[in-house]
């Protein structure tokens, strides 16, 4: 199974600050990688596909770089609703896997 | 609008079964693959499995934490997926969510707001 290595596990920011967020595959998955984003009690939400689309709708302060074993997420400039967790996933090999996850405090 | 609405989740004893339900509405259902994923209470998200549509004939894929105990299956007449759930263990306790999967590409974009499993004696 391909294993991803979220970091950092948590990471307390400032509003307007830059924030970046790596996803380290064990193995190559090309672009095959999504970041979502998800709230307390609330299911996740989609922000990139192909490592570096941006989902219809997700503000354009998000954005994702990277191919083959290591990708970012980047948030330009943080805003109070950007709190919560982040995780990155790969697409390119069954069995489908998880990043562990990033919390994200203002 | 794209709805997933889950049900079926419960208490259950370590062994038993369990059958979760999702609901689809808004979209059209048989053309799209669907998965399950769950979370683990404080814990990260785990890919559960994929059921591919009628015409990649219905097939399906598995995390290995559940092959062989958990059986994915859709009913495309009543625009529901369904998560068959034997040999339950403690840690199959999670939220379960259903999610649509985005034709043509192998990721997910709308997710249901889940149901949860507990596990226990």
């Known amino acids: 199974d391909i294993q991803l290595t979220q970091s950092p596990s948590f990471l307390s920011a400032s509003i307007g600050d830059r924030v970046t967020i790596t996803c380290r595959a064990s193995?190559?998955?090309?672009?095959?990688l999504a970041w979502y984003q998800q709230k307390p009690g609330k299911a996740p939400k989609l922000l990139i596909y192909d490592a570096s689309t941006l989902q219809s709708g997700v503000p354009s302060r998000f954005s994702g770089s990277g191919s083959g074993t290591e990708f970012t997420l980047t948030i330009s400039s943080l805003q109070p609703e950007d709190f919560g967790t982040y995780y990155c996933q790969q697409l390119n090999h069954y069995p489908l896997t998880f990043g562990g996850g990033t919390k994200v405090e203002i | 609008e794209v709805q997933l609405v889950e049900s079926g989740g419960g208490l259950v004893q370590p062994g038993g079964s369990l059958r979760l339900s999702c609901a689809a509405s808004?979209?059209?259902?048989?053309?799209?693959?669907m998965d399950w994923v769950r979370q683990a209470p404080g814990k990260g998200l785990e890919w559960v499995g994929r059921?591919?549509?009628?015409?990649?004939?219905?097939?399906?894929e598995y995390a290995a934490s559940v092959k062989g105990r958990f059986t994915i299956s859709r009913d495309d007449s009543k625009n529901s997926l369904s998560l068959q759930m034997n040999s339950l263990k403690t840690e199959d306790t999670a939220v379960y969510y259903c999610?649509?999967?985005?034709?043509?590409?192998?990721?997910?974009?709308?997710w249901g707001q889940g149901t949860l499993i507990t596990v226990s004696s």
């Open positions: 193995q190559g998955i090309s672009s095959f």
């Open positions: 808004g979209f059209s259902f048989s053309d799209h693959y």
């Open positions: 999610a649509r999967v985005v034709q043509n590409t192998p990721r997910v974009d709308y």
């Open positions: 059921i591919r549509h009628k015409a990649s004939s219905y097939t399906t």
